[in-house]
């Protein structure tokens, strides 16, 4: 089993604001509210990829309740602590011509429901993977992934840390299986400017040499890399598309390189649907579609000149004879009760 921690989970409020004029009523063209964190968007990708998992984090107030009653309509399993008071916090993002966010602080949460939350960690056990990501609010310990990780130490879990700065940096001495930071988050580490993915790996090399087992980093439209716990060094570009929203796109890099692995699929072959992936949720609102995923694997391995592997180019078929199985049974019940 695949479990994703959301130590502080948001609801994301997105507006398309026709100005943005500070100090002045700006008004939006439209809204969309979306579950958000990033281990959530993580666990929302692999429910598209029909990979089961389980979200589990720390909520509060009404729009705690209302993440969860999302998830649950979603069908994505979770395990969540809800707190006495205070509120998941909502996320502003005003999509104008450029992405202006403000994020909200999150509640404050009691020692008590750390410990609540710890507890119910101890489902997590030999094969499964535990992904911890995100940020970690104020009133937790600075070490918290730390914490988690050195708890459940030796029971034979895979840990996969999508964290900034000194939290990915602590976390390397557990060993976890994966980490994916981005460049501008290994540059400030190492105190470099890097761009491109050949400029990023000898800095892959030395996270690896830290503690980490498996190592992607991502570099935006320049693609991303892979060195992976063999020694083995993999690049790969992204497909062209229009940038929508790239929030989300990291996490689901992470959720589309599981889905494959997990499979026992080959690392490269894992990274390029993962750069798939993170390229699709760049070009979508939310976290993107199975669809829109199946469309930039196409495109991104035409672009790379080879053919789709066979497990992958099946998995396309059944999604989309799916697809058109459900349209089918949609338009006949339209057709029924129209009658």
């Known amino acids: 089993m695949i479990y994703t921690m959301t130590l502080n989970p948001a609801l994301d409020y997105v507006m398309h604001p026709l100005t943005l004029d500070m100090g002045f009523t700006n008004r939006s063209s439209s809204e969309e509210l979306h579950c958000g964190g990033n281990g959530i968007n993580i ?13 589990m984090g720390i909520s509060a107030g009404f729009t705690g309740d209302y993440m969860l009653k999302r998830l649950q309509e979603k069908g994505i399993a979770s395990n969540f602590v809800c707190l006495d008071r205070g509120y998941t916090r909502i996320n502003i993002k005003l999509n104008g011509i450029v992405m202006t966010m403000v994020n909200g602080m999150g509640p404050k949460i009691p020692e008590k429901k ?18 911890l990501t995100g940020s970690i609010p104020n009133s937790l310990p600075e070490d918290m992934y730390s914490q988690i990780m050195k708890r459940l130490g030796g029971r034979g879990i895979q840990f996969v840390v999508d ?30 400017n890097i761009e491109e993915p ?18 992607i980093i991502s570099c935006g439209g320049h693609g991303s890399l892979l060195l992976d716990e063999n020694g083995a060094e993999h690049v790969v570009p992204t497909a062209k598309i229009k940038l929508v929203n790239a929030t989300g796109a990291g996490d689901s890099m992470v959720a589309g390189f599981l889905a494959q692995v997990t499979r026992g699929v080959d690392y490269e072959t894992a990274l390029i649907f993962a750069s798939a992936c993170g390229t699709a949720t760049a070009a979508s609102k ?40 459900a349209e089918a049974a949609e338009g006949s019940e339209k057709g029924e009760s129209s009658r």
């Open 286 to 325: 939310g976290i993107a579609k199975r669809a829109t995923i199946d469309r930039v694997v196409a495109a991104l391995y035409k672009k790379m000149g080879r053919a789709i592997p066979g497990t992958i180019a099946q998995d396309m078929e059944n999604n989309k004879a799916r697809a058109a199985a």
């Open 43 to 55: 666990s929302t990708l692999l429910n598209e990829l029909d990979v089961p998992s389980i979200a």
């Open 114 to 131: 750390v410990d609540e939350l710890l507890e119910r960690m101890d489902i997590v056990g030999a094969g499964d993977t535990l992904v």
């Open 198 to 215: 050949e400029e990023c790996m000898p800095y892959a090399h030395k996270l690896q040499e830290a503690g980490a087992r498996n190592v």
């Open 163 to 192: 964290a900034p700065g000194q939290l990915l940096m602590e976390a390397l001495e557990m060993h976890p299986f994966l980490i994916k930071p981005n460049n501008h988050e290994v540059g400030r580490i190492y105190g470099v």
